[in-house]
């Protein structure tokens, strides 16, 4: 099957006033037909700007996108403003931490869904307003008559989220991208609108892009995994490879810093030293070296790829280096 | 518990006015904090739980007397401290340190970290000015920032190391008590875990007591020697960390500790999934009876007709249910 997008060797690259400042390097990642993958990371990892730049949804002035990233075998890159907007709301969706950058306050719910409907698609008003009372309803909604009339501040945070999400769903896209959804939804409500996501991208036999920083959600959401760290992939695979095999120390890291639920409370989190090099960096070797407790010398110069299959991480450390220094863990 | 309490709310009680009204009575009025008793002992940290409008955060600056109380009293170390004034006030002022999840709002953007924390040693006298010095460095070293970032200032730290800065202030008053709201919820896992650490040494390392109020239930788990979870302005559960985690007895903490997502990739190794109906209900109109009763998955007549009370199980924790889902076989 061919991907759906794929991304080759995205450089992305901004003017700032202290000079070019490159922020993602040599990304290359495609999703496949109805598959969600998962790019986890830190702030400042790139995460966000690598699918942003794809879109067209950077700076134009400022930035510099290098590299190939197909959308259904057709480029994506230097397409004019009117074509990418063309694709973006139709066939390519996004849902944003913050569901007011996707929400205007001075319109009413259902407007703001009826003219998304109607921008892309030749549909009456009175259709396209039933159309978003039945989104609505499908992203539960409760009274879905009504809050067609309501306006985003008469709604929770929770509920203008999945009101963004009917939105983005309105035109069926063929791929969705979902950068940090519930990163500002409470517990319970980010439980919900999961479930919602996972539920309707099944319905509809779309892909997902997850952009998160948080594992839990990678787990429980998706099928594949890339994990970016100092803008560029240092390890990628499924779900079961990443978490069951993590490969890469920085990968080690994300996961065994995360305070457990279950089971004995360690008297100290394992916690990665140091912090994330600043974006300007430039020299040549392993990014995570300086925070790394496996670096060697020969992580100076830029880092080989360990392959199987499709599971990759840009790392030195073959099997048996890393059984040596990262026993599996048991299951708890 | 053996400790006595270090600081007790006793039926504290939170009022916001939401509509003022000419009429005696007619005001809207919303109950934030809703008679809520709850003790902090010596030597423990509390994790107090809860979600967005749960009213933990207001709760903690009730305590911490940065918000006035409606009614009920907050005690600190025996004496009632809810009324004294600015002047009575000053030891409990140094006694008792909070610290913020944004610690940028508490540290001047113009002045160096060494002027930032040796205004309030010389304010309140407890380093003469001969000893600063000194006290500085020791206190970079308990937070483990190098000597050299008192000549700094804030905005040339991280996140992560703003927050040692905002701990290094809290700790230069030498307090007994800390009260954290969301001090790590900010801050990306891998340096969140250093700042969790961190915490958890300074407990040992100098006595202290802390109130540690989160939304996120590992770090409090990792955190905390007792938690207590808040819905709507009351403790629905209060008990020893493990006890709580490993068998919920309310409904609430329940749901609440099956909706997080877990970093495992295989799915049976999950708690299963309690899905709430709906949203945290509108704080100035609660139901009814049982506070939770509209998103209980186990509610039934009596939870409509009859708020329950936080009463005591047999493993020694308290729930606020009817029907609590464990700690009720001895």
Known sequence: ?332 | MTAAPLIEARALTREFVLRRSWLPGRAQMLRAVDRVDLAVHKGETLGLVGESGSGKSTLGRCLTRLLETTDGAVVFDGQDVTHLGARGLRPFRQAVQMIFQDPSSSLNPRRRVGDILSEPLAVHGIRSPRDIPVRLRELMDLVGLPASALDRFPHEFSGGQRQRIGIARALAMEPRLIVADEPVSALDVSVQAQVVNLFADLRERLSLTYLFIAHDLGVVRQVSTRVAIMYLGSIVETGETDTVFDAPAHPYTEALLSAIPVPVADPAARRRRILLKGEIPNAANPPSGCKFVTRCPYAQDLCRAQRPALRPLVDGRLVACHFPRAGTAA
């Open chain 1, 1 to 332: 099957m061919s991907p759906l997008l794929d991304v080759r060797n995205l450089r992305v690259t901004f003017a700032t006033d202290g000079g070019p400042v490159t922020a993602v390097h040599d990304v290359s990642f495609a999703v496949q037909p109805g598959e969600v993958l998962a790019i986890v990371g830190e702030s400042g990892s790139g995460k966000s700007v690598s699918l942003l730049s794809v879109l067209g949804l950077v700076d134009r002035r400022r930035t510099t996108v290098e590299g190939q990233a197909t959308f259904r075998g057709e480029p994506l890159l230097g397409l004019p403003e009117r074509a990418l907007r063309r694709i973006r709301g139709r066939d390519i969706a996004l849902i944003s931490q913050d569901p007011m950058t996707a929400l205007t306050p001075v319109h009413r719910i259902g407007a703001q869904i009826a003219e998304q409907i109607r921008a892309h698609e030749r549909v009456g008003r009175s259709k396209a307003r039933d159309r978003a009372v039945a989104l609505l309803r499908d992203v539960n909604i409760p009274m879905p008559e009504r809050a067609v009339d309501r306006y985003p501040h008469e709604l929770s945070g929770g509920m203008r989220q999945r009101a963004v999400i009917a939105m983005a769903l309105s035109c069926n896209p063929a791929l969705l991208v979902a950068d940090e959804p519930t990163t500002a939804l409470d517990t319970t409500v980010q439980a919900q609108v999961l479930d919602l996501l996972r539920r309707l991208s099944a319905e509809h036999g779309s892909s997902v892009v997850l952009i998160t920083h948080d594992m839990g959600v990678v787990a429980e959401m998706a099928t594949r995994v890339a994990v970016m760290y100092a803008g560029r992939i240092v390890e990628t695979g499924t779900v079961a490879e990443v978490f069951d095999d993590p490969w890469h120390p920085y990968t080690w890291g994300l996961l065994d810093s995360i305070p457990p639920l279950t089971g004995p409370r360690p008297r100290r989190l394992p916690s990665i030293a140091g912090m994330p090099p600043p974006p300007g960096r430039t020299e040549p070797g392993c990014p995570f070296a300086p925070r790394c407790r496996a670096a060697m010398p020969v992580c100076l110069r830029p880092p080989p790829e360990q392959v199987a299959g499709g599971h990759r991480a840009l790392c030195v450390l073959d099997a048996p280096a890393r059984a040596a220094l990262r026993p599996p863990r048991v299951a708890a």
